[in-house]
T-cell receptor
Framework: EAGVAQSPRYKIIEKRQSVAFWCNPI?????LYWYQQILGQGPKLLIQ????????DSQLPKDRFSAERLKGVDSTLKIQPAKLEDSAVYLC????????????????FGNGTRLTVT | GQNIDQPTEMTATEGAIVQINCTYQ??????LFWYQQHAGEAPTFLSY??LDGLEEKGRFSSFLSRSKGYSYLLLKELQMKDSASYLC???????????????WGLGTSLAVNP
């Protein structure tokens, strides 16, 4: 099966500019996650979708970050305006499971978008 | 609160065995994952433990003790390509309904030397 697709692979922007990332999960995967991974750290969950609904966005900085998954398939994550501390890899992951099965199913990650804010 | 600890860095020799430990504190435990992440790449799933004991998959094994809040990943017959970061992640039911929350460790960077 095709993996999780993300674009762009790399992005360099200046602070206060805007940027958007795109993710296409594995076909049929209902659950989609956006993670932020700063160099040398583990992934930090930004937002979790189940189909087109938000399940968890408690760690999303809503004053500057937004995400949508309008048709329950692909998703976009936007940062506006960007700050220096937003420099990180933004990982998209998907899972085929819902409900209790989601508790133990592994995540399938895309290769990420490496964002550098100067 | 929820917390995961794992060593920051480890070094081992090609052909040897290495054990990467992970300790955790969480409520509503629903299993522990190990992921491997090569530099510049996405994490890939290695193992999942929800019951106590050892799970073996080829050169990799993972152990869990729920009473001790402890897990380890054992890598045998180390190869150069095993140089990567190893992430421990704990699944717990911290959200509404059956929503799974994952807590991630900071990762252990393993360097395998010839």
């Amino acid at each position: 099966e095709a993996g999780v697709a993300q674009s762009p692979r790399y992005k360099i922007i200046e602070k206060r500019q805007s940027v958007a990332f795109w993710c296409n999960p594995i076909s049929g995967h209902a659950t989609l996650y956006w993670y932020q991974q700063i160099l040398g750290q583990g992934p930090k969950l930004l937002i979790q979708f189940q189909n087109n609904g938000v399940v968890d966005d408690s760690q999303l900085p809503k004053d500057r970050f937004s995400a949508e998954r309008l048709k329950g398939v692909d998703s976009t994550l936007k940062i506006q305006p960007a700050k220096l501390e937003d420099s990180a890899v933004y990982l998209c992951a998907s899972s085929s499971k819902l409900g209790t099965e989601a508790l133990y199913s592994p995540l399938h990650f895309g290769n990420g978008t490496r964002l550098t804010v100067t | 609160g929820q917390n995961i600890d794992q060593p920051t860095e480890m070094t081992a020799t090609e052909g040897a065995i290495v054990q990467i430990n992970c300790t955790y504190q969480t409520s509503g435990f629903n299993g522990l994952f190990w992921y491997q992440q090569h530099a510049g790449e996405a994490p890939t799933f290695l193992s999942y433990n929800v019951l106590d004991g050892l799970e073996e998959k080829g050169r990799f094994s993972s152990f869990l003790s729920r009473s001790k809040g402890y897990s380890y990943l054992l890598l045998k017959e180390l190869q150069m390509k095993d140089s990567a970061s190893y992430l421990c992640a704990v699944s717990h039911t911290g959200g509404a309904g059956n929503n799974r929350k994952l807590i991630w460790g900071l990762g252990t960077s393993l360097a395998v030397n010839p």
